[in-house]
């Protein structure tokens, strides 16, 4: 069978949650002649706005019952949705049974995943699952030939422009893009209802996996300009919605962003999450180049620009505090890609507007680190999923695996860098010196040359500064995983690096404690490894 093009609109069926947009449509439907269905609580709205309106019920005959939960699903709805036009049986069915067409539909769903975001109880999450409305969506858009199906207010006009045009009919390319949209939608809320489901059962890898997600940017390319690439917010875990983050940012300033924007810029607000005192994360290429602390935001901003000024330059900026006025004049002295924190002051958006290239991004909050969540990474055929590593230490849990054991300024240092460790690429080695980085080595093949980098990385900008000692003098050094050789910590305590963090676990760790206790070295096991590939 051919598909008409132009179908003509003269009965429509409207059952919405979210009514917005729903007055001015429903007028202008009325204005042109379509017959206006509807029930409950839609059909209460349309009578308010003065429009005249059939409920349900005296279409099927049948009262709406079980406080709603059984109104639509009927043969005289369904079949109004689903009777094909040019099938002469299905003409017969309708004409026999007195089943009126139903040419659009306008059906949004119950509320589930804001339900679930709100910490609603089993029951009204229960309780908020539709079911009439997903079953008439697919109907209207399995028959979407000859039905147009609206789900989201912002596709109104779009119907509008289209009726106006066309003397009260759509275009069968404007109704298959609906009916695709429509299927998407259902789609995602099955899939954040089996989500939730999961939860609630503690099962974390259940035996189908399904992934909502909801378009958030198109983006100009990818990774490389060859490649193409979009931004999706959404969550396997209900709880990763309500996350402060990328996905509850909203762009105060700046061009728009890229994917390694994006990226990079997730990385950084990750890491400097991790710390309760006021932090600033410099990041490029998803790896830090500067990480500290201080009293201040400002002063902390400084301390981490000095780890290494030069790979600072076109970096991304997290903050774990409001953006003040101070560190925004810091900042702005160099040329930064975004800057992301979980507010900024009138004053520091005054003084960042100067720059209307940088991306300023306002979160709203700062991740929880300890939040339970799931990270995802594309094979051939497949896909890895695992749990965030949401893993963290305290003094209380560390074992001292020297003769000397750390000092309270070493040991201070030793849980900061451990922390900047865990969100460095492997393998990653950090030297840091009170609540600041002085050196990183990441993403090396090998633990010994990504201390022998970490430490170059050090000197080199000592010199630049005109200082006559490496910042990795007198720090202390993190490490991702463990020592397979003594050659690592042999690298980094060359460089000036005193007391030493790492999991343990080597089948050599005899020679690497005892290489350390040679040196008077410090050296505790976290028991816990940071591996981030």
């Known amino acids: 069978m051919t598909s008409p093009d132009l179908v003509p609109i003269r009965r429509a069926l409207l059952s919405v949650y979210d009514k917005t947009g729903l007055e001015a449509l429903a007028t202008f439907l009325s204005e042109r002649g379509v017959e206006l269905v509807s029930t409950g609580g839609t059909a209460a709205a349309l009578r308010k706005a003065g429009l005249k309106v059939r409920d349900v019920s005296e279409v099927t005959g049948f009262p709406e019952i079980m406080d709603g939960r059984v109104k639509t699903l009927h043969p005289m709805i369904h079949g109004g949705l689903l009777g094909r036009r040019d099938a002469a049986a299905h003409v017969r069915a309708m004409e026999q049974h007195g089943i009126p067409a139903i040419d659009l539909l306008v059906s949004n769903l119950y509320p589930f995943e804001q339900t679930v975001k709100q910490g609603g109880t089993f029951e009204d999450c229960i309780e908020n699952i539709d079911i009439g409305g997903p079953a008439q969506i697919r109907a209207a858009s399995k028959n979407h030939d000859f039905v147009t199906v609206l789900t989201d207010p912002q596709d109104y006009g779009q119907v509008i422009e289209e009726m106006r045009a066309n003397n009260g009919a759509t275009t069968l390319a404007l109704r298959r893009r609906l009916a695709g949209a429509a299927y998407a939608r259902t789609a995602s809320y099955d899939a954040a209802i089996a989500a939730w489901f999961a939860q609630q059962r503690g099962d974390a890898f259940p035996a189908r996996l399904s992934i909502p997600g909801e378009l958030r940017q198109t983006l100009r390319y990818g990774e490389n300009p060859h490649q193409v690439a979009a931004f999706y917010t959404g969550a396997l875990t209900p709880g990763d919605r309500a996350r402060p983050g990328l996905a509850s940012a909203r762009q105060v300033q700046g061009k728009e962003l890229s994917y390694n924007n994006l990226n990079d810029t997730d990385a950084a607000f990750e890491l400097v999450a991790e710390f309760d005192r006021p932090a600033i994360a410099i990041i490029k290429h998803a790896n830090p180049c500067g990480v500290a602390e201080g009293d201040a935001l400002a002063d902390a901003y400084q301390r981490a620009f000095d780890c290494d000024p030069v790979s600072a330059f076109g970096g991304i900026v997290a903050a774990n505090r409001m953006l003040d006025a101070a560190t925004a004049e810091k900042i702005a002295r160099i040329f930064v890609e975004v800057i992301i924190a979980p507010d900024a002051d009138a004053d520091a958006q005054?003084?960042?507007?100067?720059?209307?290239?940088?991306?300023?991004?306002?979160?709203?909050?700062?991740?929880?680190?300890?939040?339970?969540?799931?990270?995802?990474?594309?094979?051939?055929?497949?896909?890895?999923?695992?749990?965030?590593?949401?893993?963290?230490?305290?003094?209380?849990?560390?074992?001292?695996?020297?003769?000397?054991?750390?000092?309270?300024?070493?040991?201070?240092?030793?849980?900061?860098?451990?922390?900047?460790?865990?969100?460095?690429?492997?393998?990653?080695?950090?030297?840091?010196?009170?609540?600041?980085?002085?050196?990183?080595?990441?993403?090396?093949?090998?633990?010994?040359?990504?201390?022998?980098?970490?430490?170059?990385?050090?000197?080199?900008?000592?010199?630049?500064?005109?200082?006559?000692?490496?910042?990795?003098?007198?720090?202390?050094?993190?490490?991702?995983?463990?020592?397979?050789?003594?050659?690592?910590?042999?690298?980094?305590?060359?460089?000036?690096?005193?007391?030493?963090i790492q999991p343990g676990g080597s089948m050599r760790d005899a020679e690497v404690v005892a290489e350390a206790d040679k040196r008077g070295l410090a050296m505790v096991a976290t028991g816990m490894r940071h591996f981030r590939h």
């Not at 939040?371 to 949401?390: C, E, K, P, V, Y």
């Not at 202390?476 to 050659?487: L, M, R």
Request: glycine share 12%; charged share 20%.
């Open 350 to 500: 005054r003084i960042l507007a100067a720059k209307p290239n940088l991306r300023l991004l306002l979160a709203g909050g700062v991740p929880d680190p300890a939040a339970s969540g799931f990270t995802f990474r594309s094979l051939a055929g497949g896909m890895l999923i695992q749990t965030r590593d949401n893993g963290r230490v305290a003094a209380g849990d560390l074992k001292v695996m020297t003769r000397r054991a750390p000092g309270s300024q070493e040991l201070s240092d030793l849980l900061f860098a451990w922390r900047v460790c865990k969100h460095t690429k492997s393998n990653a080695i950090v030297y840091a010196r009170g609540g600041a980085t002085t050196g990183i080595g990441a993403g090396q093949m090998s633990r010994v040359d990504a201390a022998r980098i970490g430490a170059i990385k050090a000197a080199d900008v000592a010199k630049a500064a005109g200082r006559s000692q490496s910042g990795t003098v007198g720090s202390v050094a993190a490490s991702d995983a463990f020592f397979p050789f003594p050659d690592g910590l042999v690298a980094a305590a060359e460089a000036g690096a005193t007391a030493f």
